[in-house]
């Protein structure tokens, strides 16, 4: 499949449109593949209209028409006549024909299913992936000050801070943000990835070495809805993604994970993260991988951008694209995860601080303005006192969040209007700090 240059998509910015096929073979996929996917959809549904079984398998319906008709030759499947008024303005009169698996389609039905239980979307053949993945991590606009500053306009953060922040967002290399608990690291994460460039097109699925990977995950994939140009429904219109993982990341969620009762692979986490973020929070805290580990496994990936993985039942391993721009979040100390080798190759390195007074207060004021409640400095600056300077405290800048959050609900509790106040302030106070704290 040839990629097709960007195309002006009827909002904003370019987009690369991935080409509808022309023909069978443009697919990429074998006739019997295909011819099998209509077998198991049918097997799963029972009987279904030849326009529906196209959509399911977001491929054009003149393929499916085509394999329908050899799987009826075969004797696995018959057709229920046509039904005239179910069929849309110009579609062939063969789109509403009623298609129902035999019994002997329902017995190859079962042989396949024991090999790969896999009916969804035709996946998309693995080299047309790498060409679009490409293609797609070539992004047009500069990463600059004033774009930076919109992107983080919602949080509160130092001009040092975003400006130790913009060079590497604007290079997309690793970057390793550190600081103390609890002052926006992983939200600073999460917005990073609106800088990382316009929608993208995301395979549901993937065809190599005749094993299906699952790659569209909803989970970590925004799909966006948007009237395009005719283009290969395979591919789903998302938002860049924000992959995020932390304590719980183990070796195995960087390998394609295979099912052994479904017979088909999961796309790893960094694969779904191709094209957006890749944010590994809590970095040093992962039960079941050292940090060395972690970094020797992304090492080459981070230098070479191809990442390489294992498809145990092929016996084999694929190269495919590594154009997630990785992220570590840390609130430990980066000499005491790495040595000096490992810091090097992480090039940019940015310190997220404790907010200033003057932060502090910001933040309290947005937070009031968010709940609709009335901010009294006086109040804060008595806050500030009491609960962090005479007990040498640091500031963080969840807290006023958290502190708003208990005195919203303690009010309700109580029975009492909901506003900021001292009594309900020191109440939220007395449950929400901690001796440990101190």
């Known amino acids: 499949m040839a990629v097709t240059a960007p195309v002006a998509a009827p909002a904003s910015s370019p987009i690369a449109l991935p080409p509808a096929p022309r023909t069978a073979e443009e697919t990429g996929l074998p006739f019997s593949f295909v011819c099998d996917l209509v077998l198991k959809v049918l097997y799963f549904n029972g009987s279904m209209l ?30 229920t006549g046509v039904h005239t008024a179910m069929l849309e303005p110009g579609e062939p009169i063969n789109a509403g024909m009623q298609h129902m698996i035999s019994t002997a389609g329902r017995q190859r039905a079962r042989e396949l299913l024991e090999i790969n239980q896999y009916a969804g979307p035709a996946p998309v053949p693995i080299a047309d992936y790498t060409a679009m993945a490409e293609r797609q991590s070539h992004v047009d606009g500069q990463v600059n000050r004033a774009r930076l500053h919109d992107a983080f306009s919602h949080l509160v953060l130092s001009e040092e801070v975003l400006d130790h ?57 925004e799909p966006i809805d948007r009237e395009l140009p005719p283009h290969d429904r395979r591919w789903q219109l998302a938002k860049r993604p924000a992959v995020k993982v932390g304590g719980e990341l183990t070796p195995r969620m960087l390998e394609l994970g295979f099912d052994s009762t479904l017979g088909f692979y999961e796309a790893s986490m960094q694969l779904k993260a191709n094209g957006g973020l890749f944010l590994i929070d809590d970095f040093g805290r992962q039960q079941n991988m050292s940090p060395r580990d972690l970094l020797n496994r992304l090492i080459v990936p981070l230098e070479k951008k191809v990442d390489y993985l294992n498809i145990p039942r092929a016996g084999s391993s694929i190269p495919v694209p590594f154009t997630c721009m990785v992220m570590l979040s840390t609130n430990l100390r980066p000499q005491n995860l790495m040595d000096e080798a490992f810091l090097r190759r992480v090039r940019f390195k940015v310190h997220v601080p404790d907010p200033t007074v003057e932060e502090y207060k910001e933040i309290w004021r947005r937070n009031c ?22 007990k040498g405290r640091s500031l963080h800048g969840t807290h006023p969040r958290d502190l708003l959050n208990h005195v919203i609900h303690a009010a309700l509790y109580l029975g009492k209007n909901v506003e900021l106040n001292g009594e309900l302030l020191e109440l939220a106070c007395e449950t929400y700090f901690v001796e440990a704290d101190e």
Do not use: W
Request: proline share 7%; with cysteine.
């Open 50 to 79: 030849g326009r529906d079984i196209a959509n399911h398998l977001c491929l054009p319906f003149t393929f499916i028409d085509t394999a329908s008709r050899f799987l009826a030759d075969e004797g696995y499947s018959s057709s």
């Open 165 to 221: 922040l913009g060079p590497a967002l604007s290079a997309r290399q690793a970057v390793f943000l550190y600081g103390p608990p609890g002052n926006g690291k992983t939200t600073i994460a999460e917005a990073a990835a609106s800088l990382l460039g316009p929608p993208m097109f995301i395979p549901r699925a993937l065809y190599v070495h005749g094993e299906v990977i699952r790659f569209y995950d909803p989970i970590h994939h």
């Open 369 to 390: 303005v968010d709940n609709n409640l009335r901010m009294d400095e006086a109040l804060v600056d008595s806050l500030l006192e009491r609960h962090y300077f005479a």
